[in-house]
């Protein structure tokens, strides 16, 4: 194991076989060596610092019909709502105080949102925080939607390719969506000048060792700022409520192989990870994540956002979450910083 993962290190890139290799180990000892060299590798360019995201949720409204998703629009029991400029404001405002530099506004495809709504919120938060980050994680937009976010103070954007692989996406989306058009979006981002995150679910409906290896090697090519990866966690009111979800052990060591092919990227230890385990998070900063995003959305709100079953923090206050992740990080050797975590 030794030896492939420092080859593995060096080339930053991985084959095939040398993935079916990682994903198909079980030998604790050598998985906990991978882990180490991928955390080894975040510290040499990150030190012990964990950036913080403030999340806000804005609107469970969406357009589309992704099959895994709990708030796609035939789930007549998602209870929707939205929240208003003023809102999103003052989540920005108690975040700031609580020491983010990053807002992220991520919501469903909302056609109430259009992009006159978007920008108006997008350039008042820009007046008021003119030292944080503001990232965009809305869907896929035209070009033109996308220039006029980032003209209007928006610098980030997420948006997980979901899978590299075509038949793949097609058993998670309905026909209406594909996935040239949602590569196409993230170059789209990119050329504009946005910092840019894709990424996808680990243990999907469908996904194999193949399809895997295909988003490893979508990743080398985008070379995003950020990728953002989580277990699938099937959701009680869509079609995939009876699928088994990704589990703990691979998420983790996808985070490393991310972490080594790839090694200044700014990677999450997601919510996601964290319903799956109790210590998921801290799991995956210390198999090589450094970024946090702790939820800033009203608690009211939070319960309806609901993606997946289970979803952690949902009736704890910014200021409870912002500070258990604190003693998290902490408890394992770690900081949380107040920065805005730009890519090196
Ligand atoms: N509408 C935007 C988009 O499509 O990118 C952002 C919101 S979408 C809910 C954010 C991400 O949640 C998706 O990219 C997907 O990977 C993740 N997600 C959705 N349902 C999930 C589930 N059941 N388990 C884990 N992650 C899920
Ligand atoms: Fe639109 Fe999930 S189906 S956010």
């Excluded at 993962?5 to 993935?19: A, F, G, P």
């Excluded at 994903?23 to 913080?52: M, P, R, S, V, W």
């Excluded at 309905?174 to 243990?203: A, T």
């Amino acid at each position: 194991m030794t030896e492939l993962i420092q080859e593995i290190k060096e080339k930053q890139n991985i084959t095939l076989e040398q993935l079916k290799q990682i994903l198909g180990e079980k030998d604790q000892e050598k998985i906990q060596q991978l882990h180490e060299a991928a955390a080894c590798t975040a510290e040499e360019i990150y030190g012990k610092n964990i950036f913080i995201r403030g999340l806000i949720e804005f609107t469970n409204y969406c357009k589309n019909d992704c099959f895994y998703c709990g708030i796609r629009r035939s789930n007549r029991n998602a209870d929707r709502y939205r929240l208003s400029k003023e809102e999103i404001l003052a989540c920005c405002k108690n975040g700031y105080e609580l020491g983010f530099r990053t807002f992220v506004l991520q919501g469903g495809e909302d056609p109430y949102f259009t992009d006159d709504v978007i920008c108006d919120i997008v350039s008042d938060i820009r007046k008021e925080y003119p030292d944080c980050a503001i990232t965009l994680s809305i869907g896929e937009k035209e070009k033109e939607s996308y220039q006029r976010y980032y003209e209007a103070g928006a610098n980030r954007y997420l948006l997980r390719h979901e899978t590299a692989d075509d038949c793949h996406y097609q058993i998670l989306h309905p026909k209406e969506l594909s996935l040239e058009h949602r590569k196409q979006c993230l170059r789209d981002l990119k050329e504009i000048g946005y910092q840019v995150g894709c990424g996808f679910m680990v243990g999907s409906p469908g996904q194999t060792p193949e399809t895997l290896f295909e988003d490893l090697q979508f990743i080398k090519e985008l070379e995003p700022h950020m990728v953002g990866i989580g277990p699938f966690i099937p959701q009680q009111d869509t079609p995939f409520a009876g699928k088994t979800a990704g589990t703990l052990e691979e998420t983790l060591k996808l985070l490393s192989i991310i972490r080594l092919i790839h090694p200044h990227v700014l990677l999450p230890s997601t919510t996601a990870l964290g319903t799956i385990h109790p210590l998921g998070r801290e799991k995956g900063i210390q198999a090589g994540a450094n970024v946090v995003m702790p939820n800033l959305s009203p608690v009211a709100v939070r319960e309806k956002y609901k993606l997946y079953d289970n979803k952690i923090c949902t009736g704890d206050e910014a200021a409870e979450c912002r500070y258990c992740m604190q003693k998290r990080m902490e408890s394992i050797g770690y900081q949380v910083v107040v920065d805005r975590g730009d890519y090196r």
